[in-house]
Every structure is written in C-alpha cells, then in structure tokens.
C-alpha cells in the first residue's frame, strides 16, 4: 500500500510540473468563462427569485471548463505512452492504477485552483460564492475522476488526436447541453428532462451550483450518490482500458 501512494506521488508532482509550464493554456481555462459571463450573462436577469442569469451560468461555465479539461487530461496519458514518457515508468514495477489515480489527482488540483480563481474574480461583479465549499470540492472530485476516466477510455480506442478530438465533442456535446449548464433542468421539454436525469453531469452540475451559489433542483442525497458511483466505476473502467491498452 505504502508504494502505491509513493508512485500515485510520483505521477503527480511529474504532472504538476507539467501544467506549470502550460502558461498559456492556464490562462485560456480562467478567460473562457469570465468573457462568456461577461456578454452573455447580462445585464442582470434573473431566473426567479432566486439567483441572477450570470451567476448560474458562471457555475455551469466553470463545470463545463472543468470537465472538458478533464477529458483532455485524460487523453495526455495515452500520449505519453506513444511518445515514450513514461516508458521508465513502465518497465518499473509501478501499478497501472497509480498511474492513473495520480494523473486524475493532479488534474483535480488544477481544477481546484482554476475554480478558486475564477470564484474570487467573479464574485466581484456576480453572487458567485463558495456557499458550501465542501459540496463544491465534492462535485469537482467526481466530475474530475469520471471525466479523466472517461477521456483515458476513449482513447485507449482512439489512437489519433484528430479522433480523439472529434468524438469528444461528439458525445460530450449533449451532455453539456443536457445538464443544467446553461439554463435549469426543470425548462427542459419533457422527453429531454428524462434524459438530463440519466446524464452523470446533470448532477455534477447541481451540486456544484449548490456549493457556488446556495441553489439545487434535485435533492442533494441524490447528486451525492450518482456522482460516488459515476467517480468511482470511471476510475476502475479506466484503469482496465489502460492495461489493456498496454498489454496490446
């Protein structure tokens, strides 16, 4: 147990310095929402009573920034593999589920520190806030774990980052758009609101908008529960498909 958590280390300080050096990258993930917020949030509406259009879309932006580069994090792990990266690490007995574990830890610190950014920013000038920063820091660690598996996944049959890229969009388009991102759930047409309940992100979005802005529509046991499973059976699917992968 004790050198798995050394190697799970190992593969996480190595990313760490990796996302240091992509500047440019960083700063991309923090403008993306704040402009959209800024040309498409207002002049101030409101959906009900409750919360203003900018700060639930702000949410949603920021669940949507958060999972996106989780599936490209993901995919970095196969690129290592054909460029030879981690070839030292893989002639050593280091377990593939450390590998991987450790490559999601690291992308759930970016996201961590992408997320508390943008909240700081954004609560200048919207009613973004860390209400319950323990749901939000839940959210973000299922939607992270389940999405860098869902990306190691998918490109473990994908060798091409030209098809990486465009079956990615392909499927997780309606996710997005089925999820509660950019406008509620309960607004959906009813055969689509059946569907945005089946959707893992549906969840992870909710509870996240729970956490940022003290605002749910479904009951918070529930997004608990789906996003422990979705997390937890990503991480061991992906974990599979990448030994498969390098015993092919």
Same mark, same amino acid.
């Given at each position: 147990? @004790?050198?798995?958590?050394? #190697?799970? *280390?190992?593969? $996480?300080?190595? +990313? $760490?310095?990796?996302?240091?050096?992509?500047?440019?990258?960083?700063?991309?993930?923090?403008?993306?929402?704040?402009?959209?917020? /800024?040309?498409?949030?207002?002049?101030? #509406?409101?959906?009900?009573? &409750?919360? #203003? =259009?900018?700060?639930?879309?702000?949410?949603?932006? $920021?669940?949507?920034?958060?999972?996106?580069?989780?599936?490209?994090?993901?995919? @970095?792990?196969?690129? #290592?593999?054909?460029?030879?990266?981690?070839?030292?690490?893989?002639?050593?007995?280091? @377990?593939?589920?450390?590998? /991987? /574990?450790?490559?999601?830890?690291?992308?759930?610190?970016?996201?961590?520190?992408?997320? &508390?950014?943008? /909240?700081?920013?954004?609560?200048?000038?919207?009613?973004?806030?860390?209400?319950?920063?323990?749901?939000?820091?839940?959210?973000?660690?299922?939607?992270?774990?389940?999405?860098?598996?869902?990306?190691?996944?998918?490109?473990? &049959?994908?060798?091409?980052? +030209?098809?990486?890229?465009?079956?990615?969009?392909?499927?997780?388009?309606?996710?997005?758009?089925?999820?509660?991102?950019?406008?509620?759930?309960?607004?959906?047409?009813?055969?689509?609101? =059946?569907?945005?309940?089946?959707?893992?992100? @549906?969840?992870?979005?909710?509870?996240?908008? =729970?956490?940022?802005?003290?605002?749910?529509?479904?009951?918070?046991?529930?997004?608990?529960?789906?996003?422990?499973?979705?997390?937890?059976?990503?991480?061991?699917?992906?974990?599979?498909?990448?030994?498969?992968?390098? *015993?092919?």
């Amino acid at each position: 147990m @004790t050198t798995f958590f050394t #190697d799970v *280390a190992t593969i $996480l300080r190595r +990313e $760490l310095l990796r996302y240091r050096h992509e500047r440019v990258y960083l700063l991309g993930q923090i403008l993306l929402p704040l402009l959209a917020v /800024v040309f498409i949030g207002f002049p101030g #509406d409101r959906l009900g009573e &409750s919360v #203003d =259009y900018a700060s639930f879309l702000a949410s949603g932006l $920021l669940m949507l920034i958060i999972t996106s580069g989780a599936i490209g994090g993901g995919y @970095t792990l196969i690129e #290592d593999v054909q460029r030879g990266f981690l070839r030292p690490i893989l002639v050593a007995p280091v @377990t593939r589920t450390s590998i /991987v /574990v450790g490559k999601i830890l690291a992308r759930l610190l970016l996201s961590i520190f992408i997320v &508390s950014v943008m /909240v700081l920013i954004l609560a200048l000038f919207t009613n973004l806030k860390l209400a319950h920063p323990l749901m939000a820091l839940g959210s973000l660690a299922a939607m992270t774990f389940g999405f860098v598996g869902f990306g190691i996944v998918l490109a473990t &049959s994908l060798r091409r980052a +030209e098809s990486f890229r465009s079956v990615a969009v392909f499927v997780t388009l309606p996710l997005y758009f089925l999820s509660g991102m950019f406008f509620p759930v309960q607004t959906l047409p009813g055969p689509m609101r =059946y569907v945005a309940l089946v959707n893992p992100l @549906t969840y992870g979005v909710d509870l996240f908008r =729970y956490g940022t802005t003290d605002v749910n529509e479904i009951p918070l046991v529930a997004d608990g529960l789906v996003l422990l499973v979705f997390a937890v059976l990503m991480t061991a699917i992906a974990a599979r498909a990448f030994e498969r992968r390098l *015993a092919g």
